[in-house]
T-cell receptor, first 114, second 113 residues
Framework: DAKTTQPPSMDCAEGRAANLPCNHS???????VYWYRQIHSQGPQYIIH???NNETNEMASLIITEDRKSSTLILPHATLRDTAVYYC???????????????FGKGTHLIIQP | EAQVTQNPRYLITVTGKKLTVTCSQN?????MSWYRQDPGLGLRQIYY???????DKGDVPEGYKVSRKEKRNFPLILESPSPNQTSLYFC????????????FGPGTRLTVT
């Protein structure tokens, strides 16, 4: 699976959009991009995933650059409850694109400021 | 409510005393797995199970055992715990190993002295 690079921490004001970047310059054409988050010592929570196209769900939007070497997770209206560590993960499609055996790195600690 | 439950949530034990951490899910998921989380190392998969009676090793299986006799339960067994197994443990489940979303339990914090 391709390696990802994320900033170790970010701040965002409550009510503003939080934009979390992820670099995956070695991503292969058959790898998905996943985002999970982990609120302090709780189990990780799935947010969103994508392959090529931008994706949106009730939690967030995922913007993937055209060359797929980087992506941005957008939380449109951040709240204090969004304070968490956010993990960007890439995974080969040959494993069915499934989420099993995902490797969680260090992620980005997002702190929402009141 | 759809959920993954783990018990106990906190456990302090001594080296060599066998213990079991239970995991149960009420979503009729086929796929279940165990992870451990250590500072600086992220989450690492210990074992996984694609269905009843089907289990396989993850990235760090040494010192652990699992069983999957029923679809809903996937206990993690430490036959002879050692201090290097002090960690935060998470159980997870999904519809299948090809599902995009895994559901994680609340975690079990284990300390082995």
């Amino acid at each position: 699976d391709a390696k990802t690079t994320q900033p170790p921490s970010m701040d965002c004001a409550e009510g503003r959009a939080a934009n979390l970047p992820c670099n995956h310059s070695t991503i292969s054409g058959n790898e998905y991009v996943y985002w999970y988050r982990q609120i302090h010592s709780q189990g990780p929570q799935y947010i969103i995933h994508g392959l090529k196209n931008n994706e949106t769900n009730e939690m967030a939007s995922l913007i993937i650059t055209e060359d797929r070497k980087s992506s941005t997770l957008i939380l449109p209206h951040a709240t204090l409850r969004d304070t968490a560590v956010y993990y960007c993960i890439v995974r080969v499609m040959s494993r069915g694109g499934g989420a099993d055996g995902l490797t969680f790195g260090k992620g980005t600690h997002l702190i929402i400021q009141p | 409510e759809a959920q993954v439950t783990q018990n106990p949530r906190y456990l302090i034990t001594v080296t060599g005393k066998k213990l079991t951490v239970t995991c149960s899910q009420n979503m009729n998921h086929e796929y279940m797995s165990w992870y451990r989380q250590d500072p600086g190392l992220g989450l690492r998969q210990i074992y996984y199970s694609m269905n009843v009676e089907v289990t396989d090793k993850g990235d760090v299986p040494e010192g652990y055992k699992v069983s999957r006799k029923e679809k809903r339960n996937f206990p993690l067994i430490l036959e002879s715990p050692s201090p290097n197994q002090t960690s935060l443990y998470f159980c997870a489940s999904s519809v299948s190993r090809y599902s995009y979303e895994q559901y994680f339990g609340p975690g079990t914090r284990l300390t082995v002295t």
